[in-house]
């Protein structure tokens, strides 16, 4: 079965400082994987896929996140954070055997930056 | 253009009562799916719509759930004779196709509360 393991429930960091947050999968199939992320009280926004194309995904807002099949990992990261960065982070894969799209989702990193 | 738009935003209901909450998809997207997030569970899928294929109800977490798309276009879910463990905020998303690569869209969500 498809499952995602995102490692830290909270992650802290100071602004201007670069951000981790890390997520190992387990798929049986060539995943799609996802990273979505939640500012408080608004809807989810995709940061950025990985669809079995280049390895090194590059997203919105300076985010960029890393497959790694012999890892199983597919870490998200930033440079240097901004205090809008701020928000919950999900990593995400797509369920392979059903191929609807159907998400399963981490649960969450909640990222705090502080000034 | 317009996202995906559900409604209410907000409903309080008391146990054993029904409820209905829609989403309207982004325009010309076939896939639609139905997730539901909540503090224990996480972000966890109920149901996915695609086209005029029958509906995969694999995520709904009992038949007092139930879910149509009516005309191919906007969703409703209703859940009957409420119960507390319903207390969750109820999240629906589109995508232009279904499928494990494409990206789906999602709304702001219908935050459901059962007293």
């Known amino acids: 079965a498809q499952s995602v393991t995102q490692l830290d429930s909270h992650v802290s960091v100071s602004e201007g400082t670069p951000v981790l947050l890390r997520c190992n999968y387990s798929s049986s199939y060539s995943p799609s994987l996802f990273w979505y992320v939640q500012h408080p009280n608004k809807g989810l926004q995709l940061l950025l896929k990985y669809t079995s194309a280049a390895t090194l995904v590059k997203g919105i807002n300076g985010f960029e996140a890393e497959f790694k099949k012999s890892e199983t990992s597919f870490h998200l990261t930033k440079p240097s954070a901004h205090m809008s960065d701020a928000a919950e982070y999900f990593c995400v894969v797509s369920d392979g055997p059903s191929n609807t799209g159907k998400l399963i989702f981490g649960q969450g990193t909640t990222l705090q930056v502080k000034p | 253009g317009a996202g995906v738009s559900q409604s209410p935003s907000n409903k309080v209901t008391e146990k054993g009562k029904d409820v209905e909450l829609r989403c309207d998809p982004i325009s010309g997207h076939t896939a639609l799916y139905w997730y539901r997030q909540s503090l224990g569970q996480g972000l966890e899928f109920l149901i996915y719509?695609?086209?005029?294929?029958?509906?995969?109800k694999s995520g709904l977490p009992s038949d007092r759930f139930s879910a149509e798309r009516t005309g191919g276009s906007v969703s409703t879910l209703t859940i009957q004779r409420t119960q507390q463990e319903d207390s969750a905020v109820y999240l629906c998303a589109s995508s232009l196709v279904g499928g494990i690569q494409e990206t789906q869209y999602f709304g702001p969500g219908t935050r459901l509360l059962v007293l």
């Open positions: 719509f695609q086209g005029n294929s029958a509906p995969d």
